[in-house]
């Protein structure tokens, strides 16, 4: 499988506030800090996978009425798969193994979308990675010539793609003030 990969979209952040209003409709009643765009396409000038990645960020005491309500709503409830703490939910139509790296089935717009502790290492790696990038050009521009570099190559699935990325993301998250420990964290998963 290849990653498309394409330049920044101006409406990528009108995409995610589209459906951050939508989430918030289905949580209503749910006690949420907040809902966050993350990932690449939240970045302006940084080429990304066409993916809105989203953040729920929840108390602990809210996860399951958080999970209730999105799985009541049709999102497919996958777990942690892996990453304490940060829950995956595919949107309404798509199972366990149709993880979005690209546009859907009828071309339709994809999102990745997480349930997300306050405070865990996944939701502090997501906004750490999103504020350097933001604040660090030099860094941004490494990240973007990484990721466009992986774009050209057929890998066997998205883990792949992710572990291409790492080295880049640990140079940020060091940036971003994080220890050697929590680094190797997540080495590991990202391998």
């Not at 993301?169 to 060091?174: E, G, I, N, T």
């Amino acid at each position: 499988m290849k990653v498309s990969i394409q330049p920044y979209d101006p409406e990528w952040p009108k995409k995610f506030v589209e459906r951050k209003d939508h989430l918030l409709q289905i949580l209503k009643g749910v006690p949420i800090v907040s809902i966050e765009h993350v990932g690449s396409t939240s970045i302006p000038s940084l080429p990304a996978k066409p993916v809105i990645d989203i953040d729920i960020i929840i108390p602990g005491s809210s996860l399951q009425t958080a999970r209730d309500a999105l799985t009541k709503a049709g999102y497919g409830d996958i777990g942690e798969l892996g990453i304490p703490e940060r829950f995956v939910f595919r949107q309404p139509g798509y199972g366990r193994f149709d993880a979005a790296h690209g546009a859907g089935r009828d071309g339709e717009f994809r999102y990745n979308t997480y349930v997300v502790i306050e405070g865990c290492e996944s939701l502090r790696n997501h906004l750490d990675i999103k504020r350097i990038l933001l604040e660090d050009h030099d860094l941004r521009e490494e990240y973007a010539l990484v990721k466009t570099k992986l774009a050209d190559t057929d890998f066997e699935d998205i883990d792949q793609y992710t572990t291409g990325k790492t080295v880049v993301l640990c140079k940020v998250l060091r940036k971003a003030g994080w220890s050697d420990e929590e680094l190797e964290s997540v080495m590991k998963v990202n391998s």
